[in-house]
């Protein structure tokens, strides 16, 4: 790959916990995931993101970071996840892994010695009296120690906040960079990247954050051919781009297109106004259907509200999945056509759909503790991948699975989809070799074809892609259709369907 593969690379996100067992436990691991390298190659992902594979008490699914330089012991070894790089990148596939710079875990060196010794406080946010910020998971951000003090958590109460007011604090993040960066790690997604700095009166998108960016900007440059994506919920789109600027970040994440509705004037606007924001600043876009947070598309797709937000991700809504596995499929050939990168969650190459009838017993998302049930939290969506067999646990493993799988994935396993010509996971390999030859970086022009209810666009190879979001169908335009998201009727796209055309 060129020094530039980040700018149109096609990355899958592994969510370790939930994708291969290899050792029998319940719990995915290094070793499931080295097992199942030859699948992701023959996927065609040039890139693999982990979640947080440090040592961690799994109060926030490896969130909640004890230690910033080792692994896991459920997941495996340093030494095994050296191996794990060297492998991938054997295979031509890049490693990127989750920093989490805006919190550590209560279990960590660092905060246990600050409970004991008030003179190292200063690296996290204490404080004698606490204000009214409430956490992002529900209830109160702040929790009283021992000795009458309170520290700042903007997540789980088991998740103290760094304060970065503290020269400690960058070094050690430094430090971390190169301990991974020193073992071949190709990038580091960022989590949480607006939350570091704190005032009176917010946490969010200081000013002062941009320094340290720069600063591992300097870093990452020089290793070479590594790249730094944050994770920026912003609003403002001016806000969002001052972390591309060029001595900064290389790229993050796009809410904006991961959360808009199944509409034709919506999604246009998104993908005008994402293109927009980073021509200025020559970073590449990225596009994302899902993620470990989010519920997944069959799911949202096929609901009659199709938009996502964390406040209310229409848990239990009714969904027709049939519509949303169809729009699903077309969703996935526009966001692999537009310009720029594409991220694809584990599983979402499968057309899996949110497990959403969890045993309460059963579920370990936070967010459901800290909202006394009243929102399910995130583990529909983290369920382990269905890889082969008629019953549970489906070849994920030989122990029972961490999360149970529905019975019903019987149809969904890889090993199935793998003889099924029309798949979900057969469209999703045809479509990333595809992309790796005719799409990627780059810029698309619209065409003026079909009427408001059609996306419609070409790119530089000639490539030209049609998604038809009306009720009624439409004509392609002339040249050879490469790639189809379900059958066309008498030549013409139905609704609720895309197409790639030479």
């Not at 939930?18 to 995915?28: E, I, L, P, Q, Y």
Request: glycine content about 8%; charged content about 25%.
């Amino acid at each position: 790959m060129s020094r530039t593969w980040w700018r149109g690379a096609a990355i899958y996100q592994v969510y370790l916990r939930s994708f291969a067992d290899g050792n029998g436990d319940g719990v995915g691991d290094l070793a499931g995931l080295r097992g199942r390298l030859p699948y992701l190659k023959e996927l065609g992902i040039g890139a693999i993101w982990l979640n947080p594979w440090y040592p961690s008490p799994m109060a926030d699914g490896g969130y909640d970071v004890a230690d910033y330089r080792d692994i896991e012991p459920v997941f495996g070894t340093l030494a095994e996840a050296e191996k794990f790089i060297a492998e991938a990148h054997e295979l031509d596939i890049k490693v990127i892994i989750d920093v989490v710079p805006n919190h550590s875990s209560t279990e960590s060196a660092w905060f246990e010695q600050a409970l004991s010794d008030r003179s190292v406080r200063e690296r996290f946010w204490f404080r004698d009296e606490p204000n009214d910020w409430k956490s992002i998971f529900g209830g109160s951000a702040w929790t009283q120690v021992a000795d009458g003090q309170w520290y700042l958590h903007l997540f789980a109460p088991e998740q103290p906040d760094f304060n970065w007011e503290n020269p400690e604090v960058h070094q050690e993040f430094e430090d971390v960079l190169r301990f991974w960066f020193d073992r071949g790690v190709d990038g580091f997604r960022i989590d949480s990247a607006a939350l570091l700095f704190k005032s009176e009166n917010s946490y969010e998108d200081l000013d002062e954050v941009h320094d340290v960016y720069r600063r591992w900007r300097e870093i990452a440059d020089s290793y070479g051919e590594r790249i730094l994506i944050g994770e920026v919920w912003l609003p403002d789109q001016e806000r969002f781009a001052r972390y591309l600027r060029p001595d900064e970040l290389h790229t993050a994440f796009n809410f904006d297109f991961l959360s808009c509705p199944w509409d034709p004037a919506e999604l246009r606007r998104v993908i005008d106004l994402t293109l927009a924001t980073h021509a200025p600043i020559g970073a590449p876009p990225t596009w994302v259907l899902s993620n470990h947070d989010v519920t997944r598309p069959v799911t949202r797709y096929g609901r009659a509200d199709t938009t996502f937000a964390h406040g209310g991700a229409l848990h239990g809504t009714p969904s027709d999945l049939e519509l949303g596995y169809r729009r699903a499929r077309a969703a996935a050939l526009l966001a692999m056509a537009l310009p720029g990168c594409v991220y694809v969650y584990q599983g979402e190459e499968l057309g899996l759909p949110e497990v959403e009838d969890l045993p309460d017993v059963v579920r370990q998302d936070p967010m459901y503790a800290r909202s006394d049930g009243a929102n399910p939290g995130r583990d529909g969506c983290r369920v382990p991948l269905p890889w082969s067999g008629e019953e549970p646990p489906f070849g994920f493993g030989t122990g029972t699975p961490w999360l149970p799988q529905p019975e019903t994935w019987r149809k969904l396993t890889a090993e199935a989809q793998a003889a099924d010509l029309g798949s979900m996971l057969n469209l999703y390999r045809s479509a990333l070799a595809l992309r790796r030859d005719l799409l990627g970086d780059g810029t698309l022009t619209w065409l003026p074809l079909g009427g408001p209810g059609v996306l419609a666009f070409t790119r530089e190879s000639g490539l030209t892609c049609v998604v038809n979001l009306s009720s009624e169908p439409v004509r392609l335009p002339p040249g050879e259709v490469l790639l189809v998201s379900g059958p066309l009727e008498d030549g013409t796209l139905p609704p609720d369907t895309a197409a790639w055309v030479s």
